[in-house]
């Protein structure tokens, strides 16, 4: 009787559906393991935001280890403003001007937030000079095209300065308790398709069967 009931099953069909409840159970899995990855990265980042100041180390990637800690350097020069979407203290949304800093004669130099304005043509007259604030990862620049084709270079570090630069008010402090971590939902919602699709298909034989 068993192998009647095999013989009837259409090979083909249950083949996908069974190569698609697998894929989804194995992301499911993958999601679980990024819940835990998610949750000591969330604890590094609430140590970091414990620790005293620092001076921003010379480099060109932000390192998770330097993340939501207070920093200072010092800002030589503005090469460029740039900007981008913000939100300030007081929770208003505007422009954030962002300050491409040189730091010494060679390096990386870094990114200095130095404020949101709700005048999005505001030009700011800050030249420079020391800045102080929390380490987060500054905002890309790469276009649609990067993206789509994973040419995102690594975020550099940037200092969301306590102090703004005149005219601006001062950006929103990033925190590390601001972020979520949904890994544990999504994997939920994998296993739950899954269980779904094995079960739609059941009931699909079941009615094939029966007509």
């Known amino acids: 009787m068993a192998k009647a009931r095999l013989e009837g099953l259409p090979l083909v069909s249950t083949l996908l559906v069974l190569?698609?409840?697998g894929l989804m159970?194995?992301?499911?899995?993958w999601q679980l393991h990024r819940a835990?990855?998610?949750?000591?990265?969330?604890?590094?980042?609430?140590?970091?935001?414990?620790l005293p100041p620092m001076v921003l180390?010379?480099?060109?990637?932000?390192?998770?280890?330097?993340?939501?800690?207070r920093a200072q350097a010092f800002c030589l020069q503005v090469v460029r403003w740039?900007?981008?979407?913000?939100?300030?203290?007081?929770?208003k949304g505007g422009t954030?001007?962002?300050?491409?800093c040189r730091s010494g004669a060679e390096g990386p130099g870094f990114v200095a937030d130095m404020g949101v304005s709700q005048q999005p043509r505001f030009k700011p007259s800050?030249?420079?000079?020391?800045v102080s604030g929390t380490i987060a990862a500054a905002p890309s620049e790469a276009g649609l095209w990067d993206r789509l084709t994973r040419r995102v270079p690594p975020p550099r570090p940037m200092l969301v300065s306590f102090t703004p630069a005149p005219g601006l008010e001062p950006s929103r402090q990033p925190s590390g308790m601001n972020i979520s971590n949904n890994s544990f939902a999504y994997a939920i919602q994998w296993f739950f398709f899954a269980a779904t699709a094995l079960v739609i298909y059941v009931l699909a034989l079941r009615r094939?069967?029966?007509?």
Do not use: M
């Not at 180390?57 to 800690?69: H, I, M, T």
């Not at 740039?82 to 929770?91: H, I, P, Q």
């Open 208 to 211: 094939r069967r029966k007509v």
């Open 36 to 50: 835990h990855e998610k949750d000591a990265l969330l604890a590094r980042y609430e140590q970091n935001s414990k």
């Open 57 to 69: 180390p010379s480099v060109a990637v932000a390192d998770d280890k330097l993340l939501y800690r």
């Open 126 to 130: 800050w030249r420079g000079g020391e």
């Open 25 to 29: 159970v194995r992301l499911g899995i």
């Open 96 to 100: 954030r001007f962002l300050a491409e």
């Open 82 to 91: 740039r900007v981008a979407g913000g939100e300030t203290e007081a929770g």
């Open 19 to 21: 190569l698609a409840a």
